[in-house]
Each structure stands twice: as C-alpha cells, then as structure tokens.
C-alpha cells in the first residue's frame, strides 16, 4: 500500500497530477487571502487559544495569530503632500552634478524619515540645465515644519566624545504629570486584581491580552517563558519561588516597570548554582595579565596565600593580595553562577567543594586560583505569565545624555571627498581633505583625541566613527573599515553632500488632506466592487459553469496579487489602483478568450476533456501576445517615468503576471477537475450536442 502510495507521489498520473496543482492552488488561496485579511483567522486562533489554555495538557499550545499587513497607501489616498524642489548646480562642475544630486537626494529621504514619514518618495529630475527634487510626503501632518527641515542645505559636524554630565531634574509640570499618571496606572491595577479576584475560573492570558501594556508578549497571553532569577525579572521569579506553580498574584507586584500580576504555570529544575568569591595571582603570559611575575612566583604565593586564608580574613586577603581588577572594590566576590559561567577548572573546583571550604590553588588560563565556597542552591526557573501596567519613571521625561559633543570642525571646512583604495590591502576607504582652516581644527581634534573615537555627523544621525590612530597634521584623513566598494562611495557622496553648495528652492507645492485621501479610498473600493459584481454577473449568466470557475479564479487572483502589493510592498495610489483593475480586465479577458474557444471545439463536435485541452492550445497565443505586450508597456512606464505613473507601471506589470498564472493555472486546473463529473454542454455556455 505504501508503495504504491510513494509512486502515485514520486510519478503521479496525469489526474494526480491535477489534483496536486488544484492542492497548490487551494493552498495558495488560503494563504493570501488569509494574508489580505487576517481577522477571521486571528479570531478563531484566539477563541481556540483560550479553550487549549483549560486543558493542562494541552496549555503549551498556542495557535500563533495570521501576521496582519496594512497596505501602504500612497499621497492621493492618505493625504500628504507633494513638493517640488530646483537646486542651484551652477557653481558645481558638469561631471560632478549627477553624483551632487544624488547625495542631496538621499540626505533630503534621511531628513523626512528622521522627521516620521514613512516611506517617502524622493526623485530628481532633469530638464535641460535645469535639476528639479520632487519629493512626496504621504500621512504628513505639519507641512511647515517638514518644507523646513527639507529646505536647509545637508549638514555635516564632526564630534568629540564628551565627559559625563549630571541629568537635569524634572520640571514641576513633569513630576506633576508623572505622579498623575502613575495614579491612575495604579488604580487600573487595583481593578485588574479586583477582576482576577472576581472569579475561579479567570482566563488569565485572555485578560493579559486584552489589558497588558507590555506588547511584546501581550499577543501570546502574556507569556514570559521560563525566568531565573539572575534574569530582567527578578522580582516576579521571588515572587514564585515563594508562592508556587498554580498559583495568581492577588496584590500588584511593583517593579522598575510598574504593577504586574502574574500566573506561575510551571516549574523547570536547572541543576544547582553556588555563591562564591576567589583571589587570583596572574603570572606573565597569562591571559589579561598585565604583571612581570614568573609562574614559579605566583604558585608559590598562592599556596602562602592558601596556609594563611580562613573564612574570617578571606575578603581581606582578596582585597590585598588579588590581581583580578576590581578585587579591592568586590573582595573578589563572585556571586551566584550556575554551570558553564566559568571556565570549566574553576568550575569543577567550585562545585566539588562543600559549602564553607576553601579550596587547593586551581590553575586556568587566568593563572592561579584560591577559592571559598559560600552557598550553594538549586536553581530553578519558572513558566510565567503576566500582565503589565506600566508606569512613568523620569528616564521618560529626560532625553539621554548625548555622548558626544560639537569640535568646531563641519561641512564648510570640507575641500574634498572621493573613494580611494588601500595601498597595502585594495580595502575600500574613504579620503578626507580639508581647508587651511579645516586643516589646523582637524589636527588639533586629532591631537587632543589621540586614541580616542571622532564621530561624522550628517543631518544629526552619525555615519561614521573612526578612532583617531595618531595626530593627523596635514589636513589629509582616511575613514576605514569594512567597506564594500559601494559603501564606500556612498558615505564619500554623503560626505560630498555635506560640502558642496547645492542649494534648493521650494517651486512647486500641492497638499492633499486626509479627507479627500479617505473619500479616494471609499470611492475606488466601492467601484472596484461594482464593477467586479458586474464582471461576475455577465460571467455567470452568459458562461454558466465556466463563468462560476472564472469568478473563483479571479477572486484568488486578486488575492495573490492585494498580498504581493502587501508584501513588496506596493506603494498604492489611485494610478496604481487603475493598474490593477485594468490587470483584472485582462485576467478577464484571458477567461474569456478560453471559453470561446472552448464553445468552437464543442460546436464541432469534440469532447469535453479534448475541448478544454485544445481550447487552451488556441487560445493561449492571443493571451501570451497581449498580456505581454501589455507587460512591456508598463515596464516602460515604470523604469521612464516618476511619481503616480511609476505607481501604474508597477501594480500593472504585476497584475498581467499574476494574471497569466490565473489563465495557464487556476482556470485550466478547475476546468480539468470538472470535465469528468460535468458533462452536460450547456453547462459550459453552448447547447450543441457533443460527441461522447
């Protein structure tokens, strides 16, 4: 039986092989459609979820939720706006200009992503001596603020690490408004217990879904898997470790987070870990050993060190006499570690011992070793959920201290930037040259930095960070790393961007709002609709049978193609739109050519399974001509155009591809699996007799 079940896999007949297409095709529908819109599935997997998590044996279980992508629309259908910009390249030479424009063109898309736009949409144009920058910005709120920041000339600094300053304390408005905060978060933590308390049969990590504001675990129940108690959750594994597998928080439990209740599900033995302190005497050639001792001198001076070490004069010992740095400020505790933390001599040393004793010298790779064992525990970590209610803490009013600070030396000092190469090693590296000014700040910073970090910022984000190897005089510098060839010479046309002068003025400027942007989306849904029922209806009534096949064919065409613009992702504006109802009207128009064709082989006489075979075989000449003349259209479009018409080329070309799949595919394997159950001719859009 197997066997034979192997072959009809390895070598399937013609009608296996049928069904396997029609398999790949179901398959196939699911999951785009699934992709295209994931609340059905994502409601079931939560209601499922919720029944598994009552059965105890099934409480690992989980049902993951359908990944949920939004389109992402563009300009006309979120509002938004439209910019046009001409840059002054009259004091750059001609050969330089097109790289000049192309820095200014990615400092201005680094600029608008700095500001919160997503995705914008940044292209240059020519025409004649004339450079144009267009720029759209979907979803743009504070147009003002966003033509500001793209207006100014590209901004380069370099920097200087900087000393550790004091934060500043919070305002008074700043505390005020913390302190409300937090009330209120305690207050909602106060009834999430109260609601916890309410009832036996909670369901916990439905209520962790629905009320916790940590959103990394909040789609999975609240679910932190197992916690130790060396782990970020410290206080939550107390917690359970006094209370026990099985059992619910009913008070808040306060952390540096906020107020959490929790749910221990389970418990996992991890071996034992101990507590621990050593001191150590390093020997020239060992590992992170900066001392002139012999090893002959460090074994004898541990094994003085030995007669003399009891648990009283221990930490004094270490204090004294260890050349682990930091010995003097922890007594070379160690604190608590579990197996495979420490090299693997010192850890079996520590674990054989009994708590209490102080071992013989132990030699690793650090050097020699005395060591006092001061407890040992098991160690145990916990399955738990938990929901959060976080709270305000002043690291959310304060900005973080800035690491760096301004040198005085910027783009202006810049003469020039190109991609050079290494003499040595052919490595990709950027050249740096400066102005006579540039060249004295830049030797200065470098003298003052030797051994030190200097950071490049362009437009306040850094794009390199060099350490400065020796004082650089002569006003000439390398920024080295592991470049590509292609990252070089971006960073050298960032640098560029910097320096050069390429001013651009504002010419041209069109906003959209949201509201038209909503009405654009209803109306085209609403017309995609319409028009799609229509297209259906004929179908239906004039094909029968056939028409049914090609409306399902159509529906998992779309849902191939609205799932390929999600996942790309596609751009989609009202042009691009119009691209794809038009690739609709030829997946269509690929139907309907078939069925045509297959009504002439069925007037003349053939039978059905022949028709549909040779009706292909006519057909297909007529699909393959215009979908791909059709396809060579819109890549045209696409690659020699900008802005909403490369938007049409796009979502077209895409759909006449898809759209010739659904014609060789979707459509010829439904009617295949039909032929044999649904003979009758009529059926199929003719009332001729047919020949059996």
Not at 178 to 192: C, G, S, V
Not at 259 to 278: F, L, P, S, T, Y
Not at 554 to 566: E, G, H, N, P, T
Not at 630 to 646: D, E, Q, R
């Amino acid at each position: 039986m197997f066997k034979g079940l192997w072959k009809g896999v390895v070598r399937p007949s013609p009608r296996g092989k049928v069904r396997w297409v029609l398999f790949f095709v179901i398959v196939l529908a699911l999951a785009t459609g699934f992709l295209d819109w994931s609340y059905p599935w994502n409601a079931a997997a939560d209601k499922l979820n919720v029944w598994i998590d009552r059965v105890p044996k099934l409480s690992i279980i989980n049902i993951p939720h359908y990944p949920s992508r939004p389109f992402k629309l563009g300009l006309d259908l979120q509002g938004g706006a439209h910019l046009v910009y001409e840059a002054g390249v009259s004091q750059i030479e001609a050969g330089e200009r097109d790289e000049a424009m192309e820095g200014v063109r990615d400092v201005i898309e680094r600029r608008v992503n700095a500001f919160g736009v997503a995705e914008p949409v940044v292209q240059t144009a020519r025409a004649g001596d004339s450079w144009r920058v267009v720029v759209e910005l979907a979803g743009v709120k504070d147009i003002r603020q966003a033509i500001r920041q793209i207006g100014e000339t590209p901004v380069l600094e370099f920097k200087e690490e900087a000393t550790a300053e004091p934060q500043r304390a919070l305002t008074d408005e700043e505390r005020r408004d913390m302190e409300e905060y937090n009330k209120a978060a305690r207050k909602r933590a106060d009834e999430l217990i109260s609601e916890l308390k309410s009832s036996d049969e909670v369901d916990f990590m439905a209520m962790a879904r629905k009320y916790s504001d940590d959103q990394a675990t909040k789609e999975f129940g609240g679910s932190l898997g197992f916690i130790t108690r060396d782990s970020a959750y410290a206080d939550l594994w107390e917690w359970s470790n006094t209370q026990g597998v099985g059992k619910v928080s009913l008070e808040p439990i306060e952390t540096a987070e906020g107020w959490n209740a929790i749910q221990v599900k389970g418990v996992e033995e991890r071996g034992n870990e101990v507590h621990a302190q050593h001191m150590l005497i390093c020997f020239r050639g060992a590992e992170r050993c900066d001392r002139d001792t012999s090893k002959d001198e460090a074994r004898k001076k541990i094994e003085e060190l030995k007669a003399q070490a009891t648990a009283d004069n221990f930490e004094s010992l270490a204090r004294e006499h260890s050349t682990e740095p930091g010995a003097k400020e922890r007594s070379g505790d160690l604190g608590f570690f579990g197996r495979g933390m420490m090299v693997k001599p010192f850890e079996d040393a520590v674990f054989a011992l009994p708590v209490g004793a102080i071992s013989d010298p132990v030699e690793t790779q650090f050097g020699f070793h005395l060591i006092r064992k001061i407890e040992e525990r098991p160690l145990k970590a916990y399955d738990v959920n938990r929901i959060l209610v976080k709270k305000k803490v002043e690291a959310d009013y304060l900005p973080p201290p800035d690491p760096w600070r301004n040198a005085g030396l910027s783009g202006k000092h810049l003469q020039r930037t190109a991609l050079q190469f290494d003499p040595n090693t052919n490595v990709p590296e950027v050249g740096l040259e400066f102005n006579e000014e540039g060249k004295k700040l830049f030797a200065d910073i470098t003298t003052r930095n030797n051994g030190k970090l200097v950071a490049i910022f362009l437009d306040g984000l850094p794009i390199s960070i060099p350490r400065v190897n020796e004082p650089i005089l002569d006003g000439r510098a390398v920024i080295s790393g592991n470049f590509t060839i292609k990252e070089a010479k971006l960073l050298a046309q960032r640098l560029n961007a910097g320096a050069l002068p390429v001013p651009i003025n504002l010419v041209s400027q069109q906003t959209v709002g949201a509201t038209l942007g909503d009405a654009s989306v209803r109306a085209s849904i609403k017309a995609g609709l319409i028009g799609f029922a229509l297209v259906a209806l004929f179908m239906l009534i004039y094909y029968r049978l056939a028409g049914l096949i090609a409306v399902l064919a159509l529906i998992i065409y779309s849902a191939i193609v609205l799932a390929l613009f999600k996942l790309i992702p596609v751009t989609l504006s009202l042009a691009g739109i119009a691209g794809f109802v038009l690739s609709i009207g030829m997946a269509v128009d690929a139907n309907v050519l078939q069925f045509e064709r297959l009504k002439e082989e069925l007037r003349a006489g053939r039978g059905l399974q022949t028709a549909i075979e040779d009706a292909f075989k006519r057909a297909w000449p007529s699909i393959r001509d215009s979908h791909l003349t059709t396809l060579f259209g819109a890549l045209i479009l696409f690659w020699f155009s900008t802005s909403l018409v490369k938007g049409f080329g796009l979502t077209l070309s895409i759909g006449v591809v898809m759209s010739l799949f659904s014609a060789i595919t979707v459509t010829r394997v439904f009617l295949r699996m039909a032929a044999p159950h649904i003979t009758k001719a009529w059926l199929y859009g003719t009332k001729v007799k047919r020949n059996s």
